[in-house]
């Protein structure tokens, strides 16, 4: 049965008549979840925006989630978001005067191993978090997916709407590329199963769609037998040229035994800042980073390699020293700046969870996070380097600066996601810690340096795109999508014809129903 809190206060005739729907609708439908209207101002992770739904939805299941969207078709103005666990950054999971799903209630509706033409794929919940999927399939089949985020308290969908970035992604391709199957409740209020083969249009449509085409609600992961340990490995790098030819040499290696099982690399400040210098580097705090070995011409920053070789419990240590020194010989570093320390294969993927701990220890996690999230091709990125790691940021942003190169040819072209156009291109992800206290002023700084970053890119003509991109203009998502945007068109008409679902991306304006007389 529907539990229902009401609250109506509208502040404009607009607004009024988008609150006197959601109360009608609210009174009206027959949900077997919650739906409540006291809810205060939303807010995401990245912290920059507060928006006021009117009402918050937690859903019981898809059925749910359809009579839902089906509800604000019928309506002049509603819109409808769904929010997973709020990790979005400039309020793409968030709305205005509409109606904001929550998808967290619905982790447990689906856990099921399915076998299909000798493969394995584990059927998870749409709002259950990646960290939660990870300790169930190991702990009642023995499997993990193969694709992973850095980050695992993020839901299923969420990642799924983007694409899904880690350290295996050079080998498996994003966790877009890891799915078989999705159950989609459309823009239309359709429940439809969709894959590769069945619906496929739509299958592709959404993976990586910007929650544009329909919300998931279940998605069939490929897993594969989980490792029991993880060697976890970082040197250090003073020459760009360097690190990026060893990261490639790395991510290109693409036969068993031929590279490691993770590689992502970061940039670093060339001092002892505690958070953005050589105290960030070294993998266990009894370890110290000793700059007496650094060259005394190094430049202003610095550069990491990261690095996880997975083995088992049965796999004796010298085996696995040996693989390690035979991979790591091949590369360039600093062989007094190398840093190792064995650990779970569990606790390697929840590593940015105790980083998130810290934070939260320490009061910067709940402070605004103006990350900035890009791809760069490979031809651009010395260059990025020298204007923007040498330069801009040479003082570090309060936080890690990621840098680690992806191959094109292991992500799907059918689905959503926007990539440059070069086979080697990088990930950049500049992710912002703000100290606690911070002040407005202190953080449009910092968002008006990720804009001065962007606009070097443009001005130079450099073959970027932002991943989970935020624009404010019908041209730049034009310019985003480039060919692909009238496909892009297309499909919105197709599956959200009165363009209801995501208003936080700002792509589309909702089509007025102008039969509906509240």
């Excluded at 940039?267 to 993998?283: A, E, K, R, Y």
């Excluded at 932002?466 to 068109?489: A, D, I, M, N, S």
Aim: charged share 25%.
């Amino acid at each position: 049965m529907i539990a229902c809190l009401e609250r109506f206060v509208p502040e404009n005739d607009i607004e009024s008549k988008a609150a006197v729907e959601a109360s009608i609708m609210c009174k009206t439908l027959d949900l077997q979840g919650s739906i409540d209207r006291t809810a205060s101002a939303d807010n995401d992770f990245g912290g920059l925006y507060s928006r006021r739904p009117l009402a918050v939805i937690r859903p019981s299941g898809a059925d749910d989630v359809a009579r839902v969207i089906k509800a604000a078709s019928l309506s002049s103005t509603l819109t409808v978001a769904a929010r997973g666990n709020g990790h979005s950054i400039n309020g793409q999971a968030m709305v205005d005067r509409g109606l904001l799903i929550n998808m967290r209630p619905t982790e447990n509706n689906h856990f099921k191993e399915v076998k299909i033409n000798g493969s394995t794929y584990v059927d998870v919940s749409g709002g259950a978090l990646w960290e939660d999927v990870l300790k169930r399939c190991i702990e009642e089949y023995g499997l993990a997916p193969r694709s992973w985020t850095d980050y695992l308290s993020l839901t299923v969908g969420g990642t799924l709407s983007n694409a899904g970035v880690s350290g295996q992604a050079f080998r498996y391709g994003p966790q877009t590329a890891n799915v078989a199957e999705l159950e989609v409740v459309t823009g239309r209020g359709e429940v439809v199963v969709c894959s590769e083969k069945k619906n496929c249009e739509l299958f592709f449509s959404v993976l990586g769609g910007l929650g544009q085409f329909g919300i998931i609600t279940r998605a069939r992961v490929l897993v594969q037998s989980a490792p029991d340990m993880v060697r976890w490995i970082r040197v250090v790098y003073t020459e760009f040229d360097e690190f990026t030819r060893d990261a490639e040499f790395l991510v290109t290696r693409q036969g068993d035994g031929e590279s490691f099982d993770y590689v992502e690399g970061f940039v670093f400040v060339n001092s002892d800042d505690p958070v953005n210098g050589w105290p960030s580097v070294p993998l266990d705090p009894d370890h110290g980073f000793d700059p007496a070995h650094l060259p005394r011409n190094a430049d202003s920053v610095l550069y990491c390699l990261e690095l996880g070789l997975h083995y088992n419990n049965s796999d004796h240590p010298s085996t696995v020293d040996t693989v390690v020194k035979r991979l790591l010989g091949w590369l360039r570093f600093i062989k007094k700046l190398k840093f190792q320390v064995d650990l779970s294969y569990v606790d390697f993927l929840l590593r940015v969870k105790r980083a998130e701990e810290h934070a939260k220890a320490n009061g910067i996690w709940d402070s605004p996070h103006p990350w900035l999230n890009m791809f760069v091709a490979k031809s651009d990125i010395a260059e990025f380097d020298e204007a923007i790691f040498k330069k801009i940021l040479k003082d570090g942003v309060g936080g890690p600066m990621l840098i680690y190169p992806l191959l094109r040819s292991k992500w799907d072209n059918r689905t959503s996601v926007m990539t440059p156009k070069e086979d080697v291109f990088y990930l950049v992800a500049l992710l912002r810690f703000s100290p606690t206290g911070s002040n407005g002023a202190e953080v449009e700084k910092m968002v008006s340096q990720n804009r001065q970053i962007v606009d070097y890119c443009v001005q130079n003509g450099f073959d970027y795109k932002l991943y989970l991109p935020h624009y404010q203009t019908e041209e730049q998502w034009k310019e985003h999508f480039g060919g692909k945007w009238e496909r892009f068109v297309e499909r919105k008409a197709c599956y959200d014809p009165m363009a209801i679902l995501a208003p936080g991306q700002k792509i589309f304006e909702r089509i007025r129903n102008i039969s509906c007389n509240p």
